[in-house]
Nanobody
Framework: QVQLVESGGGLVQTGGSLRLSCAAS????????MAWFRQAPGKEREFVAV????????AYADSVKGRFTISRDNVKNTVSLQMNNLKPEDTAVYYC?????????????????WGQGTQVTVSS
């Protein structure tokens, strides 16, 4: 099992930047695929970004492509999401997710482990 704790959320103006971090505890972090999802009020949880276990492959939602960057550090057992040029529509609770049994997925239902979430609010 792995436990996930997100941090780094907050209030930022349009065009600003934030860096989210997800600290993982437990064994074999480097074997987990890691992803970020987000959920805005009244909306379903949606995919943001994913990185493979060794960090060799990444993918992003179209809405964040070119603005967000996912990365991982398998020594420090962390995964980060650098968010630049933030927009009001990026406002949501951001969740870190992990799974051991899949190689690749952008579907929330495929992930077994989740953090508690961190709020990101972008003011216009």
């Amino acid at each position: 099992q792995v436990q996930l704790v997100e941090s780094g959320g907050g209030l930022v103006q349009t065009g600003g930047s934030l860096r989210l971090s997800c600290a993982a505890s437990g064994r074999s972090f480097s074997s987990y695929i890691m992803a970020w999802f987000r959920q805005a009020p009244g909306k379903e949880r949606e995919f943001v970004a994913v990185v493979t276990d060794r960090g060799g492959r990444t993918a992003y939602a179209d809405s964040v492509k070119g603005r967000f960057t996912i990365s991982r550090d398998n020594v420090k057992n962390t995964v980060s999401l650098q968010m630049n040029n933030l927009k009001p529509e990026d406002t949501a609770v951001y969740y870190c997710a992990a799974d051991l049994k899949i190689d690749w997925s952008t579907r929330a239902s495929q992930y077994d482990y989740w953090g508690q979430g961190t709020q990101v609010t972008v003011s216009s």
